[in-house]
């Protein structure tokens, strides 16, 4: 495996690689982000992994500074899962000198969910990902639906930009009593991780009022509310919307996702689950 930190070597590197999948992260590898190493080993050759806390896709209030970074043993990681080059940059690599600012944005999929609650969070993503595809040229490039939004906003990227690069939408990987796995979950204290499963938990119970018939999102919004309150959540957001549109569905008639952005202390976590109402 090698570990690029330079884009003139990556440069250099992919022209050996041939058809080639991306899995785009911050690090800190959970199982979710090894599920996506195993997407992208299945749709294509050659895997890269690249590695990068993006400064531009943070707020002022966000957790930046503290985001976890074991870089050794992400590489050891990826090594073991048949990874074959790991981009791994610093930020004077990927932002030199004065930083300009690059905007590629969708309004009306960027100022809604985590877009409201996070102003410009979705413009650092789509600058980073914007650069690593020109770097990388990848053929294939994996995101998680844990992060459903920017898997929506990245695949509007793709299309409108032209750009030949095949989208893989991957399942959320959960610890086993549904917490969605995250970097951030290792912020949690213990009494706040027992907690932290409602959100998983509350989700789930609305899928199944869902298979039980109801339709009306307001319902749903309810019942989660209700679970998440009891276990003192700050709540960001609960919400039912198109998947592709991502406007706020009230009464379901397809596919519709059910988002929930909460806090507990200082962490703030995402969680999300598609329903489909059956025909009646
Ligand atoms: P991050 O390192 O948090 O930027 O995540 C990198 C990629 O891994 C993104 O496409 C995420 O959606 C994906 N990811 C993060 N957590 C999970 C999870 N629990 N299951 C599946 N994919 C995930």
């Not at 074991?70 to 790991?86: F, M, N, Q, T, Y």
């Not at 009306?108 to 410009?120: A, C, D, F, I």
């Not at 509007?156 to 893989?168: D, F, K, P, S």
């Not at 789930?204 to 989660?224: D, H, I, N, P």
Request: glycine share 6%; charged share 20%.
């Amino acid at each position: 495996m090698k570990v690029i930190k330079t884009i003139a070597e990556a440069r250099a590197e992919r022209g050996e690689l041939g058809t080639l999948a991306l899995v785009p992260t911050m690090g800190a590898l959970h199982r979710g982000h090894m599920s996506l190493i195993e997407i992208a080993r299945r749709s294509a050759p050659r895997t890269a992994v690249s590695i990068f806390v993006n400064p531009t896709q943070f707020g002022a209030r966000d957790d930046f500074g503290k985001y976890p970074r074991p870089l050794s043993s992400d590489l050891e990681k990826c090594a073991a899962a048949g990874v074959d080059l790991v981009f791994a940059p610093d930020d004077a690599e990927m932002y030199p000198g004065e930083m300009m600012e690059t905007i590629v944005d969708f309004p009306s999929l960027t100022t809604v969910l985590e877009g409201k609650h996070r102003p410009g969070h979705f413009r650092g993503v789509c600058q980073v990902v914007a650069k690593l595809f020109n770097i990388l040229e990848p053929d294939f490039a994996c995101f998680g639906q844990k992060d459903f939004q920017q898997l929506r906003v990245l695949q509007a990227m793709v299309e409108m930009l032209n750009w030949n690069i095949e989208i893989l939408a991957c399942p959320t990987i959960r610890e086993p009593d549904g917490l969605a796995m995250s970097s951030r979950n290792q912020y949690l204290t213990p009494p706040e991780r027992e907690r932290a499963v409602a959100i998983s938990k509350a989700l789930f119970s609305a899928q199944e009022m869902v298979k039980g018939g109801v339709k009306q999102a307001s319902r749903l919004s309810t019942a989660v509310q209700h679970q998440l309150l009891a276990k003192h959540f700050q709540i960001d957001y609960i919400a039912s919307v198109d998947p592709i549109t991502l406007k706020p569905v009230e009464i379901m008639t397809g596919p519709t996702v059910i988002a929930v952005a909460a806090r507990l202390g200082s962490t703030r976590l995402i969680d999300n689950v598609v329903v489909e109402p059956g025909n009646d």
